[in-house]
T-cell receptor, first 115, second 109 residues
Framework: AAGVIQSPRHLIKEKRETATLKCYPIPRHDTVYWYQQGPGQDPQFLISFYEKMQSDKGSIPDRFSAQQFSDYHSELNMSSLELGDSALYFC??????????????FGPGTRLTVL | GQQVMQIPQYQHVQEGEDFTTYCNSSTTLSNIQWYKQRPGGHPVFLIQLVKSGEVKKQKRLTFQFGEAKKNSSLHITATQTTDVGTYFCAGLGTYKYIFGTGTRLKVLA
């Protein structure tokens, strides 16, 4: 069965550079979530999209932005990168979002290292 | 803001022993989900509980949602080495899922 695809899997950037992470949800899933997980920590919710509209916002810094495109894939854009942005970034997708509750399928994650 | 805490943070058990992790929310939850994350892996959905007092079983795993919908527990009977990983609860509050702090389980053979 198709799973959530994230690219790239690994990314190394310098401080103050920009990065773009991509997420391709499971076919027919209409909701995408972005999470940031630091070493030994729990996933922190950043932002989510339902039917291409932002549905919820968590602890996403102003330096980050995200969007969901017409084909339902999503991109997380990160600018002015800081050392503290080094983390594993997960994308998850589900069918039916907004305020309804559904199982989230997580992608393999993108490991971002900021030097 | 809404917080979801889990205890214990770490648990080492001998293979065959039981294991329980507890999840406590500062606010009432619409539902709660449980995920397992293996070292180096991504969270994998285990189950979702919606009703107050709900109990669900999956083989050796028993999940419970509190009457007040503010706490939940996951109990594993007779742990196996394949149970190793971090178990997260994720509570649906007003608008979004808040992950618990996680319980890291080590099973000693």
């Amino acid at each position: 069965a198709a799973g959530v695809i994230q690219s790239p899997r690994h990314l190394i950037k310098e401080k103050r550079e920009t990065a773009t992470l991509k997420c391709y949800p499971i076919p027919r899933h209409d909701t995408v979530y972005w999470y940031q997980q630091g070493p030994g920590q729990d996933p922190q919710f950043l932002i989510s999209f339902y039917e291409k509209m932002q549905s919820d916002k968590g602890s996403i810094p102003d330096r980050f932005s995200a969007q969901q495109f017409s084909d339902y894939h999503s991109e997380l854009n990160m600018s002015s990168l800081e050392l503290g942005d080094s983390a594993l970034y997960f994308c998850a997708s589900s069918l039916g979002g907004g305020r309804r509750s559904n199982e989230q399928f997580f992608g393999p994650g993108t490991r971002l290292t900021v030097l | 803001g809404q917080q979801v805490m889990q205890i214990p943070q770490y648990q080492h058990v001998q293979e065959g022993e039981d294991f329980t992790t507890y999840c406590n929310s500062s606010t009432t939850l619409s539902n709660i989900q449980w995920y397992k994350q293996r070292p180096g892996g991504h969270p994998v959905f285990l189950i979702q509980l919606v009703k107050s007092g709900e109990v669900k079983k999956q083989k050796r795993l028993t999940f419970q949602f509190g009457e007040a919908k503010k706490n939940s527990s996951l109990h594993i009977t007779a742990t196996q080495t394949t149970d190793v990983g971090t178990y997260f609860c994720a509570g649906l509050g007003t608008y979004k899922y808040i992950f618990g702090t996680g319980t890291r389980l080590k099973v000693l053979a």
